[in-house]
Nanobody
Framework: QVQLVESGGGLVQPGGSLRLSCAAS????????MGWFRQAPGKDREFVAG????????WYADSVKGRFTISRDDRKNTASLRMNSLKPEDTAVYYC???????????????????????WGQGTQVTVSS
């Protein structure tokens, strides 16, 4: 069973940057999609970014496009989310996720949905405030 552990969250001022990391164990991430979601208190889990196996295709939520960068390093079995120009509305718990089936081309359609992902990390808190 794959396990995901996020790290790198914390408190940052508006306009600042953070880099979140997601370490996978129990299964290689090679051949699987990776995604980042976030959830603020009382709100639904929101798609942030997704990346296909091999990293050939990337999607971002409109709210983070141009500011966030998702990447993966299959050799290290990790995924990352670089967040620049952070805004208070970016405050949330950020979750790393991966899907169940390798090379699943349905991901090209389903990437924004939490249902496209089978395994989730515990989350890491990002707070953007002065």
């Amino acid at each position: 069973q794959v396990q995901l552990v996020e790290s790198g969250g914390g408190l940052v001022q508006p306009g600042g940057s953070l880099r979140l990391s997601c370490a996978a164990s129990g299964r290689t991430i090679e051949g699987y999609a990776m995604g980042w979601f976030r959830q603020a208190p009382g709100k639904d889990r929101e798609f942030v970014a997704g990346i296909t196996w091999g990293g050939g295709t990337i999607w971002y939520a409109d709210s983070v496009k141009g500011r966030f960068t998702i990447s993966r390093d299959d050799r290290k079995n990790t995924a990352s989310l670089r967040m620049n120009s952070l805004k208070p509305e970016d405050t949330a718990v950020y979750y790393c996720a991966t899907n169940r089936s390798p090379f699943d081309h349905d991901y090209y359609t389903n990437y924004p949905s939490a249902l496209a992902y089978a395994y989730w990390g515990q989350g890491t808190q990002v707070t953007v405030s002065s």
